[in-house]
Nanobody
Framework: QVQLVESGGGLVQPGGSLRLSCAASGIIFSAYTMGWYRQAPGKQRELVATITTGGSPNYADSVKGRFTISRDNAKNTIDLQMNSLKPEDTAAYYC?????????????WGQGTQVTVSS
C-alpha cells in the first residue's frame, strides 16, 4: 500500500520559515519524480516544486529563490524548506509521487499539511 505522509506544517509569521517533510512507503522511491503542490481555499491545486529521480529541482515562479526542495533516496523522504514566507503562501501543501511504468502513469498524493502565514 502506497503512503505519502506529510509533516511540518503550521502557523508562521510573514518572513518566517517552515520545513515540510514527506515520508514515502510502498513505492520504489528512487524511480519517482517527487513534488509538492498546494491548494488555497477556492483555488485550484498548483505546483510548488518537483525534484526528478536524478535530483533536478523545478520551482514555480512564485517560490523561486525562497523555497528549496530536496530528496533523500536512502530515507525515502523529500523536504521543502520554505523561507521568507508570505501570506499568499497560505495553503494546504500536498506531497506527490509520479512515475511511468510500461507507459502507464502512476500518481500518488499525501493527505496534506496546512501552512498558514499570518501575523
Amino acid at each position: 500500500q502506497v503512503q505519502l505522509v506529510e509533516s511540518g506544517g503550521g502557523l508562521v509569521q510573514p518572513g518566517g520559515s517552515l520545513r515540510l517533510s514527506c515520508a514515502a512507503s510502498g513505492i520504489i522511491f528512487s524511480a519517482y519524480t517527487m513534488g509538492w503542490y498546494r491548494q488555497a481555499p477556492g483555488k485550484q491545486r498548483e505546483l510548488v516544486a518537483t525534484i526528478t529521480t536524478g535530483g533536478s529541482p523545478n520551482y514555480a515562479d512564485s517560490v523561486k529563490g525562497r523555497f528549496t526542495i530536496s530528496r533523500d533516496n536512502a530515507k525515502n523522504t523529500i523536504d521543502l524548506q520554505m523561507n521568507s514566507l508570505k501570506p499568499e503562501d497560505t495553503a494546504a501543501y500536498y506531497c506527490n509521487a509520479n512515475t511511468k511504468l510500461i507507459g502507464k502513469s502512476l500518481n500518488y498524493w499525501g493527505q496534506g499539511t496546512q501552512v498558514t502565514v499570518s501575523s
